[in-house]
């Protein structure tokens, strides 16, 4: 299976402020790497795909960079309701494998 | 666009069969661009892939998993389902049935989860 480890695990931040997100894959995945977000009680949200295209809806504030074993989700300007936990997720091969997740909450 | 709903025991004894149905209405089970999976998430821990099926009947399992489970496709209702036999504690979860959208372009397939169930919180508990 191909692990995937995000950092940081959480981190606190302030409404405006610009956020990076790291996702690194156990061997390399070339750019078959999604975002999620998760707020409590609902299911996660699908933000990025492939890497770096952003999903039909989402904000243009969350961008998404990397190849290979290295990944960044970033968040260019903090909203109130973007504060939730962000998991990463692998598509190169089944299984199917997520980061452990990120949460993210006001400072 | 697609909607879909988990359906089934909110509790389940140990050692018996979790059975849950996700019904997919917006869209349907038998399009080529979508495999139908199960994903879980134990409490206040991170998501786990169960398995997929397609529409022809094909499945693929977590290996962790692929002795217990079995996922299966009604195409007439529009559903699909997963059965998770010999359950213990370790199973509780919330389990999510989505939508696994798949596309090829010149470097290859690309797959991702766009749509996603509310969740069932399943409990394993005598």
């Known amino acids: 299976d191909i692990q995937m480890t995000q950092s940081p695990s959480s981190l606190s931040a302030s409404v405006g402020d610009r956020v990076t997100i790291t996702c690194r894959a156990s061997?390399?995945?070339?750019?078959?790497l999604n975002w999620y977000q998760q707020k409590p009680g609902k299911a996660p949200k699908l933000l990025i795909y492939a890497a770096s295209s952003l999903q039909s809806g989402v904000p243009s504030r969350f961008s998404g960079s990397g190849s290979g074993t290295d990944f960044t989700l970033t968040i260019s300007s903090l909203q109130p309701e973007d504060f939730a936990t962000y998991s990463c997720?692998?598509?190169?091969?089944?299984?199917?494998?997520f980061g452990q997740g990120t949460k993210l909450e006001i400072k | 666009q697609v909607q879909l709903q988990e359906s089934g025991p909110g509790l389940v004894k140990p050692s018996e069969t979790l059975s849950l149905t996700c019904t997919v209405s917006g869209g349907s089970v038998t399009s080529g661009n979508y495999y139908w999976s199960w994903i879980r998430q134990p409490p206040g821990k991170g998501l786990e892939w169960i398995g997929y099926i397609y529409y022809s009947g094909s499945t693929d399992y977590n290996p962790s998993l692929k002795s217990r489970v079995t996922i299966s496709v009604d195409t007439s209702k529009n559903q699909f389902s997963l059965k998770l036999s010999s359950v213990t504690a370790a199973d509780t979860a919330v389990y999510y049935c989505?939508?696994?959208?798949?596309?090829?372009?010149?470097?290859?397939?690309?797959?991702?989860?766009?749509?996603w169930g509310q969740g069932t919180l399943v409990t394993v508990s005598s």
């Open positions: 997720q692998q598509s190169y091969s089944t299984p199917r494998t």
């Open positions: 061997q390399s995945i070339s750019d078959y």
């Open positions: 989505a939508s696994d959208f798949h596309y090829y372009d010149s470097s290859g397939y690309f797959y991702y989860f766009d749509y």
